[in-house]
């Protein structure tokens, strides 16, 4: 048995090992703090693992093959009846997205250093059995071992906000998140019993090979809502519009350390993995209202968006906009829409990683959110509104930054999607969310760093960016720059599952979708294509 066998286990039960130490720690200073910092960075150094012998471990398949790749696969069974496997591996999207959940937790640890001052065990303690639900969503193999994870993700961020939210709504945020998320779930779980009944396997290998070949039993009307059950479930956890009623009041009152990894990362994650790859017939019919939600979604958000004083809701309908934005590129169901719908998810969580991170380093300084009672300090703190600009414009997609290249292909995959009868409308609404956000980002600056002073400003002197604080932020800046100018070192592993939820075939043949696919790319402008293409797998090959 080598590491590559163990160690995406290794990964999972560091953060576990953490939860331990800390019950066990008592409190003298600093003491959980540094321990959360050190299993946190212990566990990343861990998932730098899978990039470096990513395609090493991968196993060879045939050309053309439906079956998808997986590499740091480890199989054993749970328990015997009904079968259950402790089954994990990752692909090539997993892989960088718990790359991703690694880097974002010791950040975490660092922005909570100082702003979470009770009850620290219990943070700390919740904050790693979060990272642990999330690593084993990512890497689950098995169907019931997944849905584990989905639910247990639940639990410890509902208690992170009703305990350590920033005002007395706390309570009610949590309430709404939980209920937001549980009830979709508990259906999820019908749809999960269902899918086994009818193919005798949790095996998500196994079910993504028979949905390809239109090898899973059940009428129409049948794998229909079972599709749904699984659709709603994820849908509510991105959030997709007009499911996003929890968003804004859990991002406004969850502990920053929290908020980077609430929204987004596994509702969409789940959806390519199991919608697309068990209902992938159900998925493409589905997809016009899905697009057409997605589209909704950027402009509601990013109206939204212009409208608030708070900084955390700005963020809120800001991320709202920003993932309806994914969910239009992943729905259209073409490589370059896939590829850029993956890759701006990892985008997501660099940058409104950053966002959140120096949005809560403000609140640090001034106790408050409300841009009306900031204004006129960005000649007190220039490191703080450097970092702010240079986040801000890696948001709006800014050419050479890492949000750009995400954008460009799923606006290319939506001009030269089949599956609306008006791509060009639906790209034109897609772009609109760019200006939109250049809007309310650029406004925000201007209030918060360059207006008059406002009536906190003026009282309290502030400071600028401590050394802890450039340790956190730095290595996100240094991602905006080095993803935006070597975006293929990322999209060559995404591509092979960009291709593969590209080319489903109906069950009835049915060349048509493929003659339009193709008249329709010949149409766009050759230079587009290419340079879309160039972006994905890299020209230099």
């Known amino acids: 048995m080598t590491l590559n066998d163990l160690i995406l286990t290794l990964i999972l039960l560091t953060p576990l090992a953490g939860v331990a130490i800390l019950a066990l720690l008592p409190q003298r200073g600093k003491s959980h703090q540094w321990v959360a910092l050190i299993i946190t960075l212990l566990t990343f150094v861990f998932t730098l693992h899978l ?72 943070f700390y303690s919740l904050f790693l059995l979060q990272q642990v639900a999330i690593f084993g969503v990512f890497m689950s193999l098995d169907l019931f071992l997944f849905y584990a994870f989905f639910e247990l993700a639940l639990v410890p961020m509902t208690l992170l906000i009703a305990i350590y939210g920033r005002s007395n709504n706390r309570q009610k945020a949590a309430m709404k998140y939980f209920l937001y998320n549980f009830i979709p779930s508990a259906i999820l779980l019908v749809g999960v019993i269902w899918i ?42 991105i959030p997709v519009f007009p499911l996003h009623g929890w968003l804004s009041d859990a991002v406004s009152e969850a502990p920053t350390a929290a908020v980077m990894i609430l929204a987004g990362k596994v509702g969409l994650y789940s959806v390519l993995r199991f919608s697309f790859g068990i209902f992938p017939e159900q998925s493409h019919r589905i997809a016009p209202l899905m697009i057409a939600l997605g589209a909704i979604g950027i402009v509601y958000g990013a109206c939204v968006a212009l409208i608030q004083d708070d900084l955390k809701r700005l963020a809120a309908f800001s991320t709202l ?47 408050t959110y409300d841009m009306r009672e900031l204004g006129g300090i960005a000649g007190k703190l220039p490191w703080m509104v450097t970092l702010f600009v240079i986040t801000a414009l890696s948001n709006v997609g800014l050419p050479m930054l890492n949000s750009f290249v995400g954008e460009f292909l799923i606006l290319s995959g939506t001009a030269g999607n089949t599956l609306t009868a008006c791509p060009w409308l639906w790209t034109t609404i897609a772009t ?67 291709v593969h939820y590209s080319g489903y075939t109906p069950a009835p043949a049915d060349s048509t979708r493929k003659v339009e696919a193709e008249t329709y790319s010949q149409s766009l402008p050759a230079n587009t294509t290419a340079v879309a293409s160039a972006i994905r797998t890299g020209d230099a090959r």
Do not use: C
């Open 196 to 237: 086994y009944a009818k193919t005798g396997t949790f095996q998500i290998p196994h079910l993504i090979t028979l949905a390809a070949n239109h090898g899973i039993n059940g009428s129409s009307a049948a794998l229909w809502l079972a599709s749904l059950a699984f659709l709603v479930a994820f849908a509510v956890k």
């Open 51 to 122: 990039p470096t012998y990513f395609h090493q471990a991968q196993s060879v398949i045939a050309p053309g093959s439906r079956v998808l790749n997986f590499a740091f696969e480890f199989d054993r069974i749970w328990i015997p009846s009904p079968v259950i496997h402790y089954h994990v591996g990752v692909d090539g999207l997993s892989m960088w997205l718990i790359v991703l959940s690694g880097l974002l937790a010791p950040l975490g640890v660092l922005a909570s250093w100082n702003s979470i001052t009770h009850r620290q065990k219990l």
């Open 432 to 498: 609109t969310g760019v200006i939109f956000a250049a809007a309310y980002l650029l406004t925000m600056i201007q209030r918060v760093f360059y207006a008059n002073l406002g009536s906190t400003t003026a009282e309290k002197p502030g400071w600028d960016i401590t050394p802890r604080e450039h340790l956190a932020l730095w290595p996100l800046v240094a991602l905006f720059l080095f993803m935006g100018l070597s975006s293929p070192t990322f999209t060559r592993s995404l591509d092979p599952l960009g």
């Open 321 to 367: 906009g920003h993932l309806s934005f994914i969910t239009l590129g992943i729905f259209t169901f073409t490589v370059n829409g896939l590829d850029g719908g993956m890759y701006q998810i990892l985008n997501h969580g660099i940058s409104g990683g950053a966002l959140f991170l120096l949005m809560g380093f403000l609140y640090e300084r001034y106790g």
